[in-house]
Every structure is written in C-alpha cells, then in structure tokens.
C-alpha cells in the first residue's frame, strides 16, 4: 500500500503459508470514502455490511503467525526462488526458451516461458511424472483458453499457445531441472517435421 496508486489489495492466505480458506481485502480510503463494494453475501452486519457471520478466529491467528513469518524469512526465500528460476533459464535456454515478461519485474518464484515447436499441452503430459506444470495461473487451471494475459500484452498466439507456467514455494528445495530440460528436447524433436 505504499504504491499511492493501489485502491484495493487482496491475498489469499495458503500462499504464504497460512491454512486454507483465509485471506485478507485491505482497502484504501480516499478522504471519507472507500472503494464501492458489493457483498458476496447477505445477512448480519458483521464487517460494515460486507460479510456476515462469525469471523474464523482459528484461521486469522494462523494468517497473523504466518504473516509474520513470511516477513521474517522473505529475503531468504526470494533468493532461493531466485537461484531456482535462473537455474531454469540457464537449462531451458538452448531450447530457444522465451521468456514471457520482463526479466527485472517478474516475481522470483514463477517462470512462464514458450519454447517454439513445443505445444504446451503435450509438454504437461511429457513432464507428468516429474513435476506438476501448467499452461495458465493457476487460477484458470481448468481452462484451455490461451492466456489472456499474455495475448493483452501483444505475444503471438503461437508463442501463448506454447506458454508453460511453472512455481515453486519456500518448502521447494530442489527442481529437477535437468530432467525438465531432457524431457522438452525430446519433445521438440518429434515436433520437428522430417522431410520428404
């Protein structure tokens, strides 16, 4: 909220190691007035008429314990999916790997990158068995439309096509990058067409 742009901020707890099913929504005043917000659902008067019923007591300490630790050990975490993610880039790179973003402003711990020939579908498939990706965030997992995302920012649609999106957390200690590498090169050459 230092950003003096930003009106609303939301995350979801379980990111950041907190249990499933907290959150938080912080909003910013402007003078007297706030971001006009529709309840999701109607009842007490709980929360200034946003939500009703009794608040997770259990789930908000937990958020607080965890909030406070992710503080604590965010620098060490960033480094470590830092290292993750340049070791990525160092081994997908002779696969002609694109990166999809701006280096200096992506987050440390996800990598989204198209590698040409390679249809993203098939490489979820390829890499079943040795890491869980996906060709979308996570939150439109279930769906197989290209990314809207990477389509508003001007990428052909070959290039979104072939986007895969892999993360990792703090707890991931170790990638298996060079099984992850092997697996596309093998991909890409059943792709390349032979000739007649």
């Known amino acids: 909220m230092r950003q003096p742009r930003i009106d609303l901020l939301s995350f979801s707890g379980h990111k950041i190691g907190a249990p499933k099913g907290i959150g938080g929504l912080i909003t910013r005043r402007r003078g007297y007035k ?16 946003l939500r009703p019923g009794t608040l997770p007591v259990a789930l908000i300490a937990g958020l607080g314990t965890a909030s406070a630790i992710a503080l604590k050990e965010a620098e060490a975490h960033t480094l470590a999916a830092a290292a993750i993610k340049e070791q990525l880039l160092k081994a997908l790179e002779p696969l002609g790997a ?13 990598l989204n990158v198209s590698i040409p020939g390679v249809d993203s579908e098939a490489a979820i498939v390829a890499l079943k068995d040795i890491v869980a990706l996906s060709n979308g965030s996570a939150c439109t997992s279930q769906s197989y439309e290209p990314s809207h995302v990477l389509l508003a920012a001007g ?15 703090p707890s991931t200690k170790e990638v298996p990058i060079n099984a992850i590498a092997e697996r596309l090169a093998s991909l890409m050459r059943r792709c390349v067409p032979t000739s007649l």
């Open 34 to 49: 706030r971001p006009p917000l529709t309840p999701l659902m109607y009842g007490g008067g709980q929360e200034r008429g």
């Open 98 to 110: 694109e990166l999809n973003g701006d280096a200096g402003r992506t987050v440390a711990s996800t």
């Open 155 to 169: 990428l052909p649609k070959e290039r979104v096509e072939g986007a895969l999106r892999l993360s990792w957390g």
